[in-house]
T-cell receptor, first 107, second 111 residues
Framework: GDQVEQSPSALSLHEGTGSALRCNFT?????VQWFRKNSRGSLINLFY???GTKENGRLKSAFDSKERYSTLHIRDAQLEDSGTYFC?????????FGDGTQLVVKP | EAAVTQSPRSKVAVTGGKVTLSCHQT?????MYWYRQDTGHGLRLIHY???????EKGDIPDGYKASRPSQENFSLILELASLSQTAVYFC??????????FGSGTRLTVL
């Protein structure tokens, strides 16, 4: 979307490696969520942040409202991490979605 | 760029009333989805469709019906609206079941 620029649009990783996804915002956002879309179309909530960082297993996310960005780091990638990841940012009483990152983890 | 249009943008409904949320996409996408988003929670899938005249239940279908009369249109119907259905609803479409294109959302308040 226009308010959220998500990158990269596609990412290929070998098992055991890591990388970061990023969302840049054109305006100040109040909070950000990161999702992963499963095969049924359900969006699995990974993180919800109003500030700072959160970590869960091999995933870590950071949100800086002032600098207008959020990141999602994946380490030690596994085959089951493959999927499409989205960020969604809350601002101006609306939610703005990134366009998604298609992650493929290869053996 | 993919365009998904939801209407209305917001709505106030009374408990027990019927509510219909509409979604229209102009990109010839086969897949369409309805999600609800509650404050502090992630999006949850209500219903989805991968072809006209057919709908499938998502993760939280109770209290909702869906209708896909054409490839372009996908409606979400609350026959008897309840307080617990106050939420923001998002429609999305996809051409490959991977990349989602979201509408702007409909804020529904049930009183």
């Amino acid at each position: 979307g226009d308010q959220v620029e998500q990158s990269p649009s596609a990412l290929s990783l070998h098992e055991g490696t890591g990388s970061a996804l990023r969302c840049n915002f054109t305006t100040t956002m109040r909070a950000v969520q990161w999702f992963r879309k499963n095969s049924r179309g359900s969006l699995i909530n990974l993180f919800y942040l109003a500030s700072g960082t959160k970590e869960n297993g091999r995933l870590k996310s950071a949100f800086d409202s002032k600098e207008r960005y959020s990141t999602l780091h994946i380490r030690d990638a596994q085959l089951e991490d493959s999927g499409t990841y989205f960020c969604a940012a809350e601002g101006n009483n609306r939610i703005f979605f990134g366009d998604g990152t298609q992650l493929v983890v290869k053996p | 760029e993919a365009a998904v249009t939801q209407s209305p943008r917001s709505k106030v409904a009374v408990t027990g009333g019927k509510v219909t949320l509409s979604c229209h996409q102009t990109n010839n996408h086969d897949y369409m989805y309805w999600y609800r988003q509650d404050t502090g929670h992630g999006l949850r899938l209500i219903h989805y469709s991968y072809v006209a005249d057919s709908t499938e239940k998502g993760d939280i279908p109770d209290g909702y019906k869906a209708s896909r009369p054409s490839q372009e249109n996908f409606s979400l119907i609350l026959e008897l609206a309840s307080l617990s259905q106050t939420a923001v609803y998002f429609c999305a479409s996809s051409d490959d079941a991977e990349t989602l294109y979201f509408g702007s959302g409909t804020r529904l308040t049930v009183l």
